[in-house]
Structures are given as structure tokens and as C-alpha cells.
């Protein structure tokens, strides 16, 4: 069985290749709006699986798709940043305090139509960062196209003095929870 990747995240090719299975990258335009006043799990499942269900209709062959949604949810629910003065806010709203990292996993068999989503949870716990941090963080131009402004799996990596849950879950892909469900959900054999 195809198993299709439905995300333009370079992240995402790279922590599923870890799983050690062949897989093919299809990416499709989804509307990413969303109802303010829904629920973070509730918005990341139902972007998760927009993004899966809009690349499910490009296929023919018989294919296992997957989409995920990454946001940080402090104060305020995360997502990208739109500019330079929004990832500095972001970064400052989150300094000095816990956040949580969500992401919704969706997977879809488009032989049988089976679906099954899933929103994950890693708890961050970020130092009290200065100024002269935030603004220098800004500079190694890590925060665009990430979520809360910040890579953990880079130079980010220096604000974040512990975390609680999967790791791969903040770099946007689940991975343990992933293989949990490919096997038991769609048979997959990872091993
Ligand atoms: C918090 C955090 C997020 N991120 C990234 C993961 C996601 O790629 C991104 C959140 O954006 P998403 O909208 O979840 O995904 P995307 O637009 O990159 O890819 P696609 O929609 O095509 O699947 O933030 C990190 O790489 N490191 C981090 O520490």
C-alpha cells in the first residue's frame, strides 16, 4: 500500500523517514481558516485532516494519506508568524513560562474510507528570555514558518530548559503516537 505524506513541511519528510518507510510527498492548498472560538485539539484535528482530505482526492491508487497541524497554545493559540514584530511578540508571550505544543495527526485510507485523527500534546517550558535574546533570536531568521516563532530543534533549543512528552511532537510529527496507529489502525509493519 502507497502511503502519501500530505504536508509541504521538510520537517515532517525528515521525521517520517526516520520511521523507515517509502513514501511519497503530495501537498495540496488548503484553507487553514478557522473558528475563533473553537478548541486548540479540536482546530489542529480538523486542520490535520483538511490537509489529508485535499490530497486524497489528487490520488487514484489505493493509498494511506497523512496530514498533521502544528500550533503552540499559551496565552493565545500560535500559529506562524506573520512578520518579524509578530514572531517578537510571540516569543515574548511565551517567555519565562509553559506552553503546549499540539499537533493533530490525521490519516486516511481512501480504499475503505477509514479515518483516524489524533491530536498530541508536549508540554514546553521556556526560560525567562531578554531582549537581547529575543532580538538575536530574530536575527538567525529561525522563527519563519514555525509555529509560536521558535524552533526547538535549533538555536531555540538554548530557551527551552525541559520538555514533557514526545520531542518530535514540537518538531512537527509525532512520531512514537504515529507508528502506534499506522500499526494497529492500517496494519502497517514497521518492523
Ligand atoms: C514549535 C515548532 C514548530 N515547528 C514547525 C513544524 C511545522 O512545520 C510548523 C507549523 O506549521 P504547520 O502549519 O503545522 O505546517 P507547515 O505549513 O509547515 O506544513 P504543511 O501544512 O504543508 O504540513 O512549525 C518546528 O519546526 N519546530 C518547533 O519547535
Redesign the pocket.
Known sequence: MKIVLA???P??KQLLETMGISFDVI?SDVDETIKDHSDPESIVKELAHR?AFAVMDKIKAPAIIIG???I?VGDNIL??PRDDEDAKSMLKSLSGKTHR?MTGVSIIDNVNDYRVTHCEITKVFFKELSMNEIDGYIKTREHI????A????GK?ALFVKKIEGDYNN???LPIYILGELLHKHFNLHLF
Open positions: 504536508s509541504a513541511s520537517r515532517r501537498v490537509k498533521a497541524d502544528t503552540v500559529g506562524k505544543v514558518d514555525k509555529a509560536g521558535y524552533a526547538i530543534q531555540a514540537v518538531v512537527g
